[in-house]
DNA sequence: CCACGCCCGAACCGTACGGTACGGTTCCCA
DNA sequence: TGGGAACCGTACCGTACGGTTCGGGCGTGG
């Protein structure tokens, strides 16, 4: 077993992988191929013939396939941000206009092809391998958003324009009202409705009830 | 390719798929397998040394390995039922109760491990075989739950308890605050948390706040 | 100019699993 | 009692894919 394999299980979550750029555009191509087909079309042979490597390379930069799935998900993970909170003080209206475009992000990450082929990936793992994928994405992924939601929260609440007791429920009551089931209707291969790719509106109607139940 | 080969594709989906006593203790063992170790875990060679059945049998049955997981899925989803809505007529508290025992056994359902296992094999699939798997837990299993639920909102509403437009739309809001990530996070893998799993607290909190945004 | 390292492409190996074939047993029904 | 249907257990086949190995090309540094 080669010393540098990609281990990211033993790795700090907030240490950047750092693949170098020839890897980066295999991992792109990995991706493609993910969204395309599933995990039965990312075969070593597959990837390594579309992304015009070599076999060997992959297994010395990856590992082995698990390995490589994990690193997929990291780099992906690693490509998407949300937009960083602008100033601290702002007006009920901007502030709300925020958390609008907060959730309208967030649907539009969790909707997008890619997220949903990871999820399936992952979800289609969750019981092997001692569960390394989930584990990668609910870190990298979820936990991440989720943080940043609460410090979103808590700053409403700390300028009088939300009451909760818990950032953290509260967080989950907005994710609800905007995702609902259509997170997993998709994830299980349904097409959105036109409402439902309307994100904007979704987002606004989302934080309209939100506002119902924790504004000030 | 045997003419009695399993095909729920092309069936009503209101129709019994009618399965013997032999075939249904076969498909309980299938769910064991797949509640235990995944997809991977449900080998037909597997299934055959458990179930003490021949290959050839299952073949027979079920046409291929598609049918038997298509078979597997039917098969939980019409031992799944829900308790029938009481009389028709009632006061403000009793239906109330309706619904928040409703949306507990929703989650009681959704968070059991045969619920959770299914899923992630669907999930899996969703992107193979024309996706057979997808349709078929969403037919069978999301919209005749959602269906149900429809007509209980409508009759809260006929009853002047509710005020809304949309009942899906009502729906998916309750199915919200109920589920919110509960749902994908079990999926992906995470352990729940004690709160998450007292179903009764959780589903009248998530009452509650319907009320909040729908009570008349 | 040579040596070394990195990498590509292709051939190769082992195995796991889907699917099939077949002999033997049990049970039903004429 | 004979024949057939259903079924079990097992052996078998083909293939797809993860993983390894090897030869050759290309750039770099001494």
Redesign the interface.
């Known amino acids: 077993m080669p010393a540098a394999a990609f281990d990211i299980a033993t790795s700090r979550p907030d240490a950047a992988p750092e693949f170098s750029p020839r890897q980066q555009v295999v991992l792109q191509h990995a991706l493609t191929l993910l969204v395309e ?4 079309a990312l075969t070593t042979a597959g990837l390594a013939r579309t992304a015009s490597c070599s076999k060997e390379s992959l297994y010395k930069w990856f590992g082995d396939r698990d390995g490589l799935l994990a690193a997929v998900v990291a780099f992906q993970a690693s490509q998407v941000q949300f937009p960083s909170e602008a100033g601290a003080t702002a007006d009920a209206e901007t502030y709300r206009a925020h958390v609008a475009a907060f959730v309208e992000a967030l649907l539009g990450v969790l909707f997008s092809e890619t997220s949903l ?1 990871l ?10 391998n001692s ?1 390394r994928l ?2 990668l ?2 870190v990298r992924g ?1 936990h991440m958003i989720s943080s940043r939601a609460r410090t979103m929260l808590e700053s409403g609440r700390r300028h009088g324009l939300l009451k909760f007791d818990n950032a953290e429920d509260a967080y ?2 907005l ?7 259509v ?3 998709l ?4 097409a959105a409705s036109p409402a439902e790719q309307d994100l904007k509106s979704q987002a606004e109607t989302a934080v309209d ?1 939100f506002y ?2 924790f504004g000030a």
């Open positions: 087909g599933g995990e039965k082929a999820n399936r990936l992952s979800i289609g793992q969750s019981n092997t569960n989930g584990q994405l609910l979820k989950q009551v994710y609800g009202l905007a995702i609902r089931d997170h997993v209707r994830l299980l291969g349904e009830r119902q139940l």
